[in-house]
């Protein structure tokens, strides 16, 4: 920790930067349904800086992540499913973190499976139902889901649309 004139103490980004996953974050963007990283970095937010604990720093993403969903009107898993999956995740990450801190052990292919666990990272955190697509309705939420399970994360959830609300 660095400190001031002030005596007041700053945290630097490098203290707070997260192995394989950048820094953490508040809050989710509301606009797109969220990626692996950015639910791992809200969870790591209420784990690092709320202090809260695994199944607690796992369950206000959860709910924050299934909200994101219900407002893309895509049907979804069940929240214990949704916690289940970003503990999931963070396991995989502990392991990985086991591994790069013995020196002895990181070898060519571990360097590889690192890799590859960052470049998911942008994949879509996909909590459908598993008969979303078959269940949806609206042609354009299934286009919205399919666009967001590509590379990139194709599109943005917008306003309700009246006309289904009227129906």
Same mark, same amino acid.
């Given at each position: ?116 666990? &960052?470049? =998911? ?5 996909? *909590?459908?139902?598993? +008969?979303?697509? %078959?269940? !949806? ?10 666009? &967001?399970? =590509? ?5 943005? *959830?917008?306003?309700? +649309?009246?006309? %289904?609300? !009227?129906?």
């Amino acid at each position: 920790m660095a400190s001031t004139n002030t005596g007041v103490s700053v945290v630097t980004q490098n203290k707070t930067n997260i192995w394989l996953i950048d820094q953490s974050l508040p809050n989710l963007n509301p606009i797109k349904l969220p990626s692996i990283s950015e639910v791992l970095r809200l969870f790591f937010y209420y784990k690092n800086e709320e202090r809260k604990t695994i199944l607690k720093s796992a369950t206000v993403p959860a709910c924050e992540v299934i909200g994101l969903w219900e407002k893309a009107s895509i049907p979804i898993r069940f929240k214990k499913h949704v916690i289940s999956k970003i503990r999931k995740h963070f396991k995989e990450w502990q392991n990985l973190k086991k591994n790069k801190e013995n020196k002895k052990k990181r070898s060519e292919a571990l360097k590889n499976k690192e890799q590859d666990w &960052q470049q =998911k990272l942008e994949d879509l955190f996909d *909590i459908a139902h598993c +008969d979303a697509l %078959s269940i !949806m309705t609206v042609e354009e939420d299934k286009q919205f889901l399919l666009g &967001q399970r =590509k590379k990139g994360r194709q599109g943005v *959830i917008g306003s309700v +649309d009246r006309k %289904s609300l !009227m129906k």
